[in-house]
């Protein structure tokens, strides 16, 4: 029998749980934590964790996964019990949730793309972080058994930058999981005091777009309406120039609420009109699909993964378009069209779950093409 299958008769995989590290999980680390239940809850493959080439107990990743935060996690491997966990087998099949952070360290490896903005669109970007992105890329996609994209098109994007990959990119596509407490918690609570108001969910940078909605501001549709912007994370760079031009009544229709943990983001969604996602690309789109899953429809931009996501539970605008993006606003605002497509919204997010999520990487560790 093969090391890969020598203690459960299960084909083994190993992931790297690096993102899990953190203590706040948004993003990346609640992809990770996403996937890592989906393949526990699938069932045939033996799991291994690992950090830095190092095997972490199943017992500490499933504590990490039972509090949502990587604090506990960390401090165990810092404070030394790390020093005592063996390395990981140079035979393992690996996958890493993200970008590499080393390359042919075992027999078979897998990473997973999740934002190719920094290569189609590096002028929305700093240097730093562009520099970041695509200083190894090319390295590690060449190192790939298999590539994993977010969406479609990431997907398409990567393959036409780096066309040899093509034979080798397969899709892996999240869903949403909110924890069960949310709901209970959610009862025991009044709602935010914010009146009516849609929200808007990303960092704020110029790729997400907010320009546009605060340009808008100034038209009637937005001017008129008695519906504010809520825009839900932290304070990216160029916000402060994008707000200095506004009115004080055109001040008024948009508040920031800066960082927020998942269960806040959770109350301002549910308690939502709709959701606007005005965003130039994205890799994926979640909060798209964690607006979906409670049944609020999207406003968003026709461009890159956000159909692929949002499909019929959506109205759609042009990007660069302040005009066409107000009549969208005027149109999604409609009482009757509201509840049209908040009755797609959650059908929409069903299509998206936790076996769809894990059978691709099952496959490819069973050599299914």
Same mark, same amino acid.
């Given at each position: 029998?093969?090391?890969?299958? %020598?203690?459960?008769?299960?084909?083994?995989?190993?992931?790297?749980?690096?993102?899990?590290?953190?203590?706040?999980?948004?993003?990346?680390?609640?992809?990770? +934590? +996403?996937?890592?239940?989906?393949?526990?809850?699938?069932?045939? &493959?033996?799991?291994?964790?690992?950090?830095? $080439?190092?095997?972490?107990?199943?017992?500490?990743?499933?504590?990490?996964? +039972?509090?949502?935060?990587?604090? &506990?996690?960390?401090?165990?491997?810092?404070?030394?019990?790390?020093?005592?966990?063996?390395?990981?087998?140079?035979?393992?099949?690996?996958?890493?949730?993200?970008?590499?952070?080393?390359?042919?360290?075992?027999? #078979?490896?897998?990473?997973?793309? !999740?934002?190719?903005?920094?290569?189609?669109?590096?002028?929305?970007?700093?240097?730093? /972080?562009?520099?970041? !992105? $695509?200083?190894?890329?090319?390295?590690?996609?060449?190192?790939?058994?298999?590539? @994993?994209?977010?969406?479609?098109?990431? *997907?398409?994007?990567?393959?036409?930058?780096?066309?040899?990959?093509?034979?080798?990119?397969?899709?892996?596509?999240?869903?949403?999981?909110?924890?069960?407490? @949310?709901?209970?918690?959610?009862?025991?609570?009044?709602?935010?005091?914010?009146?009516?108001?849609?929200?808007?969910?990303?960092?704020?940078?110029? *790729?997400?777009?907010?320009?546009?909605?605060?340009?808008?501001?100034?038209?009637?549709?937005?001017?008129?309406?008695?519906?504010? @912007?809520?825009?839900?994370?932290?304070?990216?760079?160029?916000?402060? %120039?994008?707000?200095?031009?506004?009115?004080?009544?055109?001040?008024?229709?948009?508040?920031?609420?800066?960082?927020?943990?998942?269960?806040?983001?959770? *109350?301002?969604?549910?308690?939502?009109?709709?959701?606007?996602?005005?965003?130039?690309?994205?890799?994926?789109?979640?909060?798209?699909?964690?607006?979906?899953?409670?049944?609020?429809?999207?406003?968003?931009?026709?461009?890159?993964?956000?159909?692929?996501?949002?499909?019929?539970?959506?109205?759609? @605008?042009?990007?660069?378009?302040?005009?066409?993006?107000?009549?969208?606003?005027?149109?999604?605002?409609?009482?009757? #069209?509201?509840?049209?497509?908040?009755?797609?919204? *959650?059908?929409?997010? /069903? =299509?998206?779950?936790? =076996?769809? $999520?894990?059978?691709?990487?099952?496959?490819?560790?069973?050599?299914?093409?």
């Amino acid at each position: 029998m093969s090391d890969a299958t %020598q203690n459960s008769g299960l084909p083994k995989l190993t992931i790297d749980i690096g993102p899990l590290f953190e203590d706040q999980w948004t993003g990346i680390p609640v992809f990770t +934590r +996403r996937l890592v239940q989906a393949l526990l809850r699938d069932g045939s &493959l033996d799991l291994e964790f690992a950090f830095r $080439m190092t095997k972490i107990p199943r017992e500490s990743v499933v504590g990490a996964l +039972r509090c949502g935060s990587g604090v &506990l996690l960390r401090s165990e491997f810092e404070r030394g019990a790390g020093k005592s966990y063996p390395l990981i087998d140079p035979y393992a099949t690996l996958l890493f949730p993200s970008v590499k952070e080393c390359f042919n360290a075992t027999r #078979r490896e897998a990473s997973t793309v !999740h934002d190719v903005s920094t290569l189609v669109m590096a002028e929305n970007h700093v240097p730093e /972080n562009v520099d970041h !992105h $695509m200083r190894n890329l090319a390295r590690e996609l060449a190192s790939d058994d298999v590539v @994993f994209c977010v969406s479609e098109a990431s *997907r398409a994007a990567l393959t036409v930058a780096y066309p040899s990959i093509a034979q080798k990119a397969r899709l892996l596509m999240q869903y949403v999981d909110w924890p069960a407490e @949310f709901e209970t918690l959610e009862r025991n609570l009044s709602p935010p005091v914010l009146g009516r108001y849609a929200a808007v969910v990303g960092t704020i940078e110029p *790729r997400k777009n907010l320009a546009l909605l605060l340009r808008a501001l100034a038209l009637p549709e937005i001017r008129d309406s008695d519906i504010r @912007f809520v825009v839900i994370g932290k304070t990216g760079w160029k916000v402060e %120039q994008f707000m200095a031009g506004l009115t004080p009544q055109e001040r008024e229709h948009i508040v920031f609420s800066g960082f927020v943990t998942e269960f806040m983001k959770y *109350r301002l969604l549910r308690h939502a009109e709709f959701l606007v996602y005005p965003s130039i690309y994205e890799g994926f789109g979640i909060p798209a699909l964690e607006a979906m899953s409670l049944g609020k429809p999207v406003l968003c931009a026709m461009t890159s993964s956000l159909p692929e996501v949002v499909g019929d539970a959506g109205i759609y @605008f042009d990007p660069l378009s302040a005009s066409e993006f107000a009549a969208a606003f005027a149109e999604i605002s409609d009482a009757g #069209r509201l509840a049209e497509l908040s009755s797609k919204a *959650r059908v929409g997010s /069903n =299509a998206f779950g936790w =076996a769809r $999520m894990a059978k691709p990487v099952v496959d490819w560790v069973k050599g299914i093409a």
